[in-house]
């Protein structure tokens, strides 16, 4: 049976002598070392300024003064009593529940779609809200916020936005 030589695995076994380290990093270390901050800034910059807000009014809604939010059954998150507290710290009376439970001299009754997304945490991705009369059932207003960012809005915060731009005066 042959045997290997060992020289050309020294390489391998060899420590660098002092004399061969260098203080400063290696060029292949720094063009890594831009590269990951080039990605990172690209992906922090890229996901925080992409969110957007609509709203549309059919006429306007301060002549509405009693406002019904109806309670999405597949709301956990409660969104329909931050509408309230949005509507009641603009002046309006405003209650919440589910549809069965409006009450009779409701002007105007406000119903939303919210989509959630999860990436470590939970958080508002898009919310869509419309405003109808009772009898017959018109549409009034509507309006959307999408936030498909790394940083969004609270959901307080987003509601209290789409809220102030169409009820606000």
Known sequence: MERLDPKPLDWLLSKPAAAQVSPLPSRTHL???????AVLLASVLGGTGCSSVSARKVIALDRFHRVFVERRLNDNHRLDEHFVAALQRLGYQASSGPLTMMPEKTDALLTYDAR?????????????????????????????????????????????????RLFGK
């Open 31 to 37: 063009v890594k070392s831009i590269f990951l901050l």
């Open 116 to 164: 959630w997304e999860w990436d470590f945490q939970s958080y508002l991705i898009e919310l869509t809200l419309e405003v109808h009369t009772v009898h017959p059932r018109k549409k009034l207003a509507d309006a959307r916020s999408h936030q498909p960012t790394m940083t969004p809005k609270s959901p307080a915060a987003v509601v209290r936005n789409l809220v102030d």
